[in-house]
Each structure stands twice: as structure tokens, then as C-alpha cells.
């Protein structure tokens, strides 16, 4: 009874599985059609019967996918060290130090994560024009250069290292701020570079605020640029998904290599009984 209760399991599991990739698999696969393949029959073929690289090298000729591809990777990585240094400051006083008012000002932090980013959205556009950021790498970094949810991860990743090691240091002569550097944010690896993960899927996948902030071509990220191929080639969606590819795929090779950091470990591996 109980092989058979674990191989329903894993049927449903691997059902669910296809489920969800099969938007990838057709993706993928309408990449890799001819023109003489038709990408909407059905029941759908993923595996192409005449598989080709030209829909792949016609998008790279034809447009700027390199500029496109480096202003993604600079926004990316510029968003993701500041989040990572503006929310490690601000969530390590909220979880170590003791002062007044601590638990009121962490509460509303955490109640901004309600708040849609379409209510906020003009307000920023605003403050971005006044300071004269817009077309800039700033002006679209501007408003993710720290977030609630990355106080939250690491103010709960902080509260869990042991007293032992802040005052094992304290006791060695440690400043804070040398604490917070050479003790806390080690600890802290895997919350971290699950933040950093995070941040980097979502600056990297952003379509809504780059198109607000940008007019200038030369200054477009990934999904600006495969937006632009549905006018460029008049809905061919082999290119379309080509371009889709192309834009994805460092974020999947990111995720598949830096995966196993987001395990959670234990923090006060390093204390001594």
C-alpha cells in the first residue's frame, strides 16, 4: 500500500511538473521552428521536425540584443548590491540593537508590502523627473535600491544569530560596524543570496517601470527589447520567442547555479560548546 501510495505521489507530482513547464517546452520549441512549421496546431509538437538556429541569428543581426543584454546584467547587479548593503544596514538595528520605537518602525516597514507599486508608481516618476535621473541607470535603480521584504529576510536572519557570537566579538574589541561586517553578514549567507536571487529575477524580469522612466533605445533592458520585436517583425512569433529565450535564459542559469545557497544553514554552527 505504501509503494503505491509513493508512485501516485510521484505521478502527480511529475504531472504538475509538466504542467508548469510546458509553457517553457513550447517556448523553447517555437524558437526552433521553420517557417514551414506551424506553431499552433494541435495538439502542440515540441519537438520541431525541422529544428533551426536562424530565428535566434536573425533577432541578434537585427537588433541591439547585446546593448539590450548589458544594460539588463548592469541594472541587475547594481540593484542587487545596493538592496543587499541598504536593506543588511537597516535590518541589523532592527533585529540586534535595542532603542526606542524599534518594533513600531519595523511594523511599518513590513505593512508597506501591502502597498502596490501602481499607487507609488506616479509619486516616483515624479521625484525621478524633479531630480533629472529619467534615462539613466539610476533613475531605473531608484526605486529598488532597498525593499521591505529584503528588511524583513534579513531583520528574521539577524535575530537568529546567537548572542555568543556578538559578544565573543564585543569581547575582542569588535565595533559595530565591524560586527555587522566581519560576523553577522556571514552569518547571514544564505538569507543573503536568497535575497540577492530575488532581487536579481525581479530587476531583471521588470518591464512596467523601464518603460516609464526610458525613451531612449540605446538604454533598454531585455524586455523592453522583445517587447519592441512584436512591431520590429509584425507578431512572427518565432522570433518573438527567440527574443523570449534570450532574455530568460541568464536568469535560468543563474538560478540552476546558485540554488544550493538558498538552502537555510545554521547560524551558530560557528559557536563552540
Known sequence: MNRWG???????????????????????????????????????????SQPTLANYVRVWQTNPFGRYLFNSTAIALLTVGLNLLFCALAAYPLARLNFRGREVIFSLIVAT??????????????????????????????PAIASAFGIFLLRQAFASVPKEMEEAARMDGCSELG????????????????????V??????????????????????????????????????????????????????????LQRYIVPTDAGSGVKG
Open 200 to 257: 536579481f529575477i525581479g530587476s531583471w524580469s521588470d518591464f512596467l517601470w523601464p518603460l516609464i522612466v526610458l525613451n531612449r533605445p540605446d538604454l533598454y533592458t531585455l524586455p523592453l527589447g522583445v517587447a519592441n520585436l512584436a512591431g520590429t517583425f509584425s507578431l512572427d512569433w518565432r522570433l518573438i520567442a527567440a527574443g523570449s529565450v534570450i532574455s530568460i535564459a541568464p536568469v535560468l542559469i543563474m538560478f540552476l547555479f
Open 179 to 198: 560586527l555587522w561586517w566581519f560576523i553577522m553578514l556571514p552569518a547571514i549567507q544564505p538569507a543573503l543570496m536568497t535575497l540577492a536571487i530575488f
Open 6 to 48: 509513493n508512485l501516485w505521489m510521484y505521478g502527480l507530482l511529475l504531472a504538475i511538473a509538466l504542467i508548469m513547464l510546458f509553457p517553457l517546452l513550447w517556448l523553447i520549441s517555437t524558437s526552433l521552428k521553420s517557417p514551414a512549421e506551424n506553431i499552433f496546431q494541435f495538439p502542440p509538437q515540441l519537438l520541431p
Open 113 to 142: 508590502i501591502m502597498i502596490p507599486f501602481q499607487i507609488v508608481m506616479i509619486p516616483l516618476y515624479i521625484l525621478t523627473v524633479k531630480l533629472n535621473i529619467t534615462n539613466t541607470y539610476i533613475g531605473i535603480i531608484f
